[in-house]
């Protein structure tokens, strides 16, 4: 049962950003420091990826562990209230972020996933993104 009326869940919902976010920055800054020239959201490519290499055919996700339900992640938790709701809700989250990331494979694009907890240890995520940019395969 939620505890909150619609109005104001909608407005609750309405404040969860989508581009711009705590994680995405700390992508971003890594990538401007290693030197990558990027583009924001394309609209035109599936998924609207957040961060897109154009020059090396690389695009980058950065995910929230609750909205992309990050496996075995400590933040990746079902809430209580209305579970039927977010447990199909997250599940056609996972659905559409593997249909976006086929399409793109299928384009010719090979795709990164940086999560939102990975952004807590800046030099580790840094490495990794090096290595995927400078690389050929996919980063998980």
């Known amino acids: 049962m939620d505890t909150l009326t619609p109005a ?3 407005e609750r919902m309405r404040r969860v950003r989508q581009a711009g976010t705590e994680p995405e920055l700390i992508v ?3 990538l401007r420091a290693l030197g990558y020239r990027y583009r924001l959201h394309r609209r035109d490519l599936p998924g609207s990826p957040d961060i897109v290499l154009p020059s090396r055919r690389k695009v980058i996700f950065v995910h929230g562990c609750f909205w992309h339900a990050h496996a075995g992640c400590r933040r990746a938790t079902t809430p ?3 579970a039927d709701y977010w447990v199909a809700k997250l599940a056609e989250n ?3 972020d593997a249909r976006a990331r086929a ?3 299928a384009a010719g694009w090979t795709v990164g996933v940086v999560w939102e907890c990975e952004t807590s240890d800046p030099r580790r995520m840094t490495g990794r993104l090096d290595e995927f940019i400078l690389c050929s395969r996919s980063m998980a």
């Open 103 to 105: 399409a793109l494979e």
């Open 8 to 10: 104001q869940r909608s």
């Open 28 to 30: 971003r800054r890594a």
């Open 80 to 82: 209580k209230s209305n």
């Open 94 to 96: 996972r659905e559409r």
